[in-house]
């Protein structure tokens, strides 16, 4: 479990790293990009929180 989440953020912060160019205020950035790294980061909380919930279900019965 703990390899899994180790392999998740070393995923995830290799792809928030900045990257050179355009992309401040007044545009600049790639619209074609469909999510951004807090998009992301939501997106693992809450599949992290539906594990636990799943989890916790699962030893009350």
Known sequence: ???RLVAIFIFI???L???PGG???GG???P???LGG????IAVGALFGAKKAI???KKQK
């Open 1 to 3: 479990m703990k390899l």
């Open 13 to 15: 912060s290799s792809l």
């Open 17 to 19: 790293a900045a990257q």
């Open 23 to 25: 992309g401040g205020p």
């Open 28 to 30: 600049g950035g790639d």
């Open 32 to 34: 074609d990009v469909p």
């Open 38 to 41: 807090i998009e992301l980061l």
């Open 55 to 57: 989890n916790r279900s």
